[in-house]
């Protein structure tokens, strides 16, 4: 298995709503990204998990909030969303230490209404 | 302040020929490089790697190059497919090890559209 999977892959959410992004990979991977992107936009990185522990957040609003339970699923909580976060959320992983097999996940469309 | 710069926005080839997509970066503390596939709505699916330790890497079609120097890495196709036309994005980051961490921060380019005509 070399993908990364997230669900799902369209979400439309209202403002005061919750929802989950969830991703999940069995490459064995012990870090773990979400990234960000806006049309026409590169993608920006918002959390990195290493061995399951929180290591980066960009400075991300709190309005999301990662989750890692184990060390093949992550997942994206999102509460009081704001329509200007309509984006592709994309998730990661890659090999500790030597980046090997950086992979992107097919990305969750979310558009916020 | 762009940090990895893709300074053109689109590509047209025609079929068979080669396809070289430009990439630069500023910052001196990025040591591999990832170049990525990228159709709307989609993840970027990785296409080739290199290590700053090498000038070259090639992978069937695919051959990046690296000059450390002048801060710059291209991306060649050879021979060109329709199949290939996509948005290419370059990305870098610093070593994996930096500050003690195991994990890769990468930071992207803006991306070029290659467009192949059959």
């Known amino acids: 298995d070399t993908e990364v999977t997230q669900t799902p892959k369209h979400l439309v959410m209202g403002m005061t709503n919750k929802k989950s992004l969830k991703c999940e990979q069995h490459?064995?991977?012990?870090?773990m990204y979400w990234y960000k992107q806006k049309a026409k936009k590169p993608p920006e990185l918002m959390f990195v998990?290493?061995?399951?522990?929180?290591?980066i957040n960009e400075s991300v609003p709190s309005r999301f909030s990662p989750e890692c339970p184990n060390s093949s699923l992550l997942n994206l909580h999102l509460h009081a969303l704001q329509p200007e976060d309509s984006a592709l959320y994309l998730c990661?992983?890659?090999?500790?230490?030597?980046?090997?097999?950086?992979?992107f996940g097919s990305g969750t469309r979310l558009t916020v209404v | 302040d762009q940090q990895v710069k893709q300074n053109s926005p689109s590509l047209s080839v025609q079929e068979g020929r080669i396809s070289i997509l430009n990439c630069d970066y500023t910052?001196?503390?990025?040591?591999?490089f990832l170049w990525y596939k990228k159709y709307p709505a989609e993840g970027p699916t990785f296409l080739i790697s290199i290590s700053s330790i090498k000038d070259k890497n090639e992978d069937g079609r695919f051959t990046v190059f690296l000059n450390k120097s002048a801060k710059h890495l291209s991306l060649h196709i050879v021979p060109s497919q329709p199949g290939d036309s996509a948005v290419y994005f370059c990305a870098a980051t610093p070593p994996a090890n930096a500050g003690g961490t195991s994990y890769g921060k990468l930071t992207f380019g803006q991306g070029t559209i290659l467009t192949v005509h059959p």
């Open positions: 490459m064995g991977h012990r870090a």
């Open positions: 998990y290493s061995y399951e522990k929180l290591s």
């Open positions: 910052n001196s503390m990025f040591d591999y």
């Open positions: 990661a992983s890659s090999q500790e230490w030597n980046l090997y097999g950086y992979t």
